[in-house]
């Protein structure tokens, strides 16, 4: 089993920053592949943000392109999400997502952060 944790969430200004890191528990022995941020909001599916695959090719959604931008540390398994003139759009909560594997794909998935955009 892999374990994904979010952290850096909170709540902050329109027109602010924030920062959101992703990062299994110390010692797991596994090698990701493609990594990636969703969220979720009241009422709605998830929906796909950004990706990050192994050799750091980055896709992201349409309505963030410009505003964000996904990055990802392999030895430290960590994926980070930098988020930039944040808008009251952008509330929702984020989740941290993870592929592995060798004979078959899985995918591991975080509890989730909260970011909520005020103002």
């Known amino acids: 089993q892999v374990q994904l944790v979010e952290s850096g969430g909170g709540s902050v200004q329109a027109g602010g920053s924030l920062r959101l890191s992703c990062a299994a528990a110390?010692?797991?022995?596994?090698?990701?592949?493609?990594m990636s941020w969703h969220r979720e909001v009241p009422g709605k599916e998830r929906e796909f943000v950004a990706l990050?695959?192994?050799?750091?090719?980055?896709t992201y959604a349409d309505s963030v392109k410009g505003r964000i931008t996904i990055s990802r540390d392999t030895a430290k398994k960590m994926v980070t999400l930098q988020m930039n003139s944040l808008e009251a759009g952008n509330t929702a909560r984020y989740y941290c997502?993870?592929?592995?594997?060798?004979?078959?794909?899985?995918?591991?998935w975080g509890p989730g952060s909260q970011v909520t955009v005020s103002s």
């Open positions: 997502n993870a592929r592995y594997g060798a004979r078959r794909i899985l995918s591991a």
């Open positions: 110390p010692g797991t022995m596994i090698s990701f592949k493609d």
């Open positions: 990050i695959t192994t050799s750091g090719t980055t």
